[in-house]
């Protein structure tokens, strides 16, 4: 088993990509966007008043404020494709820490260029959004991957949810001095769209600079890879992959619950933002705020789920953290307008249970998948997971697009949850692992 220096260098990524998830992905670009939509659609009105569709690919007439939530969507529809490349690809590489890198820095170039997005140019900001989304969803393919070689069974809720813990904080540390600089942007002279873009500029930058750690720091993780199975055809190697997956039941039944429950959770976390500036009337700023609080919650929150997980076991975890994302709806469903407390309180328990479902659910998956295919397995899982999902943010995007309504959208999400969590209950853990031919863990 590896080192805990391994560890080290594999938790900076989190570091590095937690920011751009962060700043970009989860705060500014959704709005910043609806802006420019609206720019274009409606010059001079707020997106609230704007009844008037964009084209989006030039024929699908998209109401501005549902735009975010279906490139998402494509994003994801995309992903579902590439990931499953880049996994068996990375599975036949004897340095899968250069394929970690090379997707990283594509997306973090793609988020950077976001800075040159202004006045009405929403298509260039929906294919930058698209390709950092993809690229991102690539590179954590490769780096989740990795978790199988730098732990053992008994360390991996541990590790995960440390990596998870380090994400928190680096995207925590940027999303703080970003909002020093929209609070502070009018004393220095700088107006609210270029602060943003500066903002989003950081966040790409951020990405790039930081990954270099890991890159550097996982090259001890090299193998060697037998001849035949470099010289797989990869379109073979995914065909026979699809076959063997139905050997394994349990792995099966896990992803298809973390397709529901994760959907919903992914869709609240990129489409929060959107909903309390557009339906709730809350101050950009002050959203602003709101994640930083959730980002440092969310630290002491991913590491308690993973010491909670040492006592009762990771699925015993998740499920009581998918009862809190329920409540979690409900209370964001009956917020009233401009009630920044609420927000506030929403926002702590929307960290207390963000890292700590993810990563305990990359951890129980991890457990459940053969040796020697982590990185192609992992394709299926975060053709799924953050950033990528699809059902959940097809879901709001329609239920806004056909009544107009944050809240009816949000409320709508309540099904993924429920959905989620009963086929979670119904994973066998210990069957599931032993099928794969792993260790069993000393607590499931």
């Not at 939530?69 to 590439?82: G, H, M, R």
């Not at 250069?98 to 009405?120: D, K, N, P, V």
């Not at 792995?251 to 500036?277: C, M, P, R, W």
Request: net charge positive.
């Amino acid at each position: 088993m590896r080192s805990t220096r391994e560890q080290r260098a594999w938790y900076w990524y989190d570091w590095a990509n937690s920011a751009f998830y962060t700043t970009t992905a989860t705060v500014l670009i959704s709005p910043y966007l609806v802006s420019l939509a609206t720019n274009a659609a409606c010059p001079g009105l707020d997106s609230g008043q704007c009844s008037r569709p964009v084209l989006l690919l030039g024929f699908a007439p998209v109401l501005p404020g549902a735009l975010p939530s279906l490139l998402a969507t494509i994003s994801t529809l995309v992903s579902a494709v590439v990931l499953l490349f880049v996994g068996a690809a990375a599975d036949r590489s004897a340095h899968p820490h250069r394929w970690l890198g090379t997707t990283a820095w594509i997306g973090a170039l793609a988020g950077s260029l976001m800075f040159f997005l202004m006045g009405s140019n929403w298509e260039l900001g929906a294919w930058l959004m698209v390709i950092s989304l993809i690229a991102f969803g690539a590179s954590i393919v490769v780096y989740d991957s990795m978790l199988v070689r730098i732990a053992g069974p008994d360390e991996r809720d541990r590790v995960s949810s440390r990596g998870w813990a380090w994400g928190y904080v680096g995207g925590g540390v940027l999303l703080a001095l970003n909002f020093g600089l929209l609070s502070f942007s009018p004393s220095l002279g700088i107006d609210r769209a270029l602060a943003v873009r500066l903002c989003l500029l950081s966040a790409g930058v951020w990405w790039a600079g930081f990954t270099f750690i890991p890159v550097l720091g996982l090259r001890g993780l090299p193998r060697d890879v037998p001849a035949e199975v470099a010289a797989r055809n990869p379109f073979r190697q995914l065909a026979t992959t699809f076959a063997e997956m139905r050997h394994y039941p349990q792995t099966l039944a896990f992803l298809l619950a973390f397709l529901f429950y994760n959907d919903g959770i992914q869709t609240v976390i990129v489409s929060s933002s959107v909903y309390a500036i557009r339906e709730l009337g809350i101050d950009e700023s002050l959203v602003l705020a709101t994640f930083l609080l959730t980002q440092f919650v969310a630290i002491a929150g991913a590491l308690g789920f993973g010491r909670i997980a040492g006592w009762i076991g990771a699925k015993r975890t998740v499920l009581i953290g998918i009862v809190i994302w329920l409540g979690v709806v409900l209370v964001g469903f009956a917020i009233p307008a401009g009630v920044v407390g609420a927000l506030f309180g929403l926002g702590a328990a929307i960290g207390l249970v963000m890292g700590g479902t993810q990563a305990l659910s990359r951890s129980m998956y991890s457990q459940l998948i053969p040796k020697g295919r982590e990185s192609e397995y992992f394709g299926f899982y975060q053709a799924m997971e953050r950033g990528t999902s699809w059902l959940g943010t097809l879901t709001f995007a329609l239920v806004f697009q056909f009544t107009e309504s944050y809240r009816l959208a949000l409320v709508a999400l309540i099904a993924f949850f429920v959905v989620g969590g009963i086929l979670l209950a119904r994973v066998d853990m210990r069957r599931g692992i032993l099928d794969a031919g792993n260790e069993l863990p000393s607590v499931l």
